[in-house]
Nanobody
Framework: QLMESGGGLVQPGASLTLSCAVSGFTLSHYNIGWFRQAPGKEREAVACISKNGGDTIYADSVKGRFTGSKANDKNTAYLQMNALKTEDTATYFC???????????????????WGQGTQVTVSS
């Protein structure tokens, strides 16, 4: 099971950190993906993190502003979001997959386990 938290309503330029708490399996065995979907738009891969946390792939739209990470000892993944823009408004999901590598998770926007999502709204 994956459970996201940390979403909310913030002004442009603000920061938020999303958390993804994992239960029922060991995070270190899984690649993690952060995805988002805004109303009327397709799902977008935001960041995908390798099993050991040593490599993260980012969407061009968030490079330099978002940082994905994993704390395998805490069975929790994170998405630090800085300099938020109105276009970052979406429901954010974390996902996990043991077989699909993190590159393909982002490329195909696929994963075996999905969380229920947390809403992030950026508005003045």
């Amino acid at each position: 099971q994956l459970m996201e938290s940390g979403g909310g309503l913030v002004q442009p330029g603000a920061s938020l950190t999303l958390s993804c708490a994992v239960s029922g399996f060991t995070l270190s065995h899984y690649n993690i993906g952060w995805f988002r979907q805004a109303p009327g738009k397709e799902r977008e891969a935001v960041a995908c993190i390798s099993k050991n946390g040593g490599d993260t792939i980012y969407a061009d739209s968030v490079k330099g502003r978002f940082t994905g990470s994993k704390a395998n000892d805490k069975n929790t993944a994170y998405l630090q979001m800085n300099a938020l823009k109105t276009e970052d408004t979406a429901t954010y999901f974390c996902a996990a997959d043991a077989a699909l590598d993190h590159g393909n998770m982002c490329l195909r926007k696929r994963a075996y386990y999905w969380g229920q999502g947390t809403q992030v709204t950026v508005s003045s």
